[in-house]
């Protein structure tokens, strides 16, 4: 069987603004993904993540390089092609502000993508999957379903919402780019254990994150970003455990450091709370 995807020596430049030299967001960039795996794609602001996701489905055309979705080269598909292509994949962009229709409600927007696809025909299968969906997200309260997205809605339903937009086209593979970044940690992890189940049914995913604990999470394998090149590759845990690379070795140092200071904060609390009792055994 054809892999899912297959990217070979992908380059993406994009012109320079106000004539400053090109940039170059991606660079000799080779991966491939098989049916029914998932990746995990870490790197910091600016390392080309994104337009990794949008070059994969044609959005961004390659400098040179090929990428092939489900076996055909997008760079040489015609649109219908593209098109068909497309549909059989489902991005959850970074941008729950920009990327959900605001006039609609809750519910017609999670609708919305399968009435475009299979018709108006399919409405109440539509609504019933919608709704389906909806309360695997948590966002299965009637008021919430009803309320018009532009007016109610935090940045994390928002976020929630586009997952089940997402999922109601029973994607086979699906590119997530920085799905859960505001959520809370519970909410993340019921969202890692949805696109997991997915998963076990055959899904495909692509996640991204800056996050290395939730990459692992998320994908047994990853690779790192860097100003464009893949950096690392290989088990989460590895690249967690036993980064190879400096600009890795940093990030996974960075980790240790930030949970030192939480221990730390915790262990000052309880030390405080214990001289507060003993003052009060005290008096
Ligand atoms: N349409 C564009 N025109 C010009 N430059 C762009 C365009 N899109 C992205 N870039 C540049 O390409 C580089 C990679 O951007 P990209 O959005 O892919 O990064 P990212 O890893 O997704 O970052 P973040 O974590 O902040 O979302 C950046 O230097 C960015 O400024
Ligand atoms: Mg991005």
Redesign the pocket.
């Known amino acids: 069987m054809t892999a899912c995807l297959d990217i070979q020596n992908l380059t993406v430049e994009?012109?320079g603004?106000r004539r400053r030299s090109p940039?170059k967001?991606l660079s000799s960039l080779s991966l491939t993904l098989e049916r029914g795996e998932s990746l995990s794609v870490i790197?910091?602001?600016?390392?080309?993540?994104?337009?990794?996701m949008r070059t994969v489905l044609g959005h961004v055309k390659p400098s040179t390089g090929s990428v092939k979705l489900f076996g055909t080269d997008m760079g040489v598909a015609s649109p219908e092609a593209v098109t068909a292509l497309r549909r059989r994949c489902a991005m959850v962009s970074?941008d729950p502000y920009g990327s959900l229709p605001p006039t609609l409600t809750v519910l017609e927007a999670v609708m919305e993508p399968r009435l475009i696809v299979r018709g108006r025909d399919s409405r109440r299968e539509a609504e019933r999957r919608a709704r389906e969906l909806l309360e695997e997200v948590g966002l299965g309260d009637e008021d919430i379903v009803r309320s018009r997205v532009r007016l109610s809605l935090s940045g994390g339903q928002r976020q929630r919402v586009a997952i089940a937009r997402a999922l109601i086209l029973d994607p086979e593979l699906m590119l997530c780019?920085?799905p859960t970044s505001m959520q809370d940690a519970s909410t993340r992890g019921e969202i890692i254990e949805i696109l997991a189940r997915r998963q076990r049914a055959g899904m495909s995913l692509i996640f991204?994150t800056?996050d290395l604990f939730l990459a692992r999470k998320a994908a047994p394998r990853g690779i790192v970003?860097h100003r464009?090149v893949i950096v690392e590759e290989g088990p989460c845990r590895d690249i967690l455990e036993n980064p190879k690379d400096d600009y890795t070795k940093a990030l996974v140092e960075a980790l240790p450091r930030l949970a030192q200071v939480r221990d730390g904060r915790k262990a000052d609390k309880k030390k405080r709370k214990k001289r507060a009792e003993n003052v009060e055994g005290q008096t």
């Open positions: 994009f012109p603004r940039v967001a790197g910091e602001s600016g390392s080309g993540k994104t337009t990794l970074q780019d920085e991204v800056h970003l464009g």
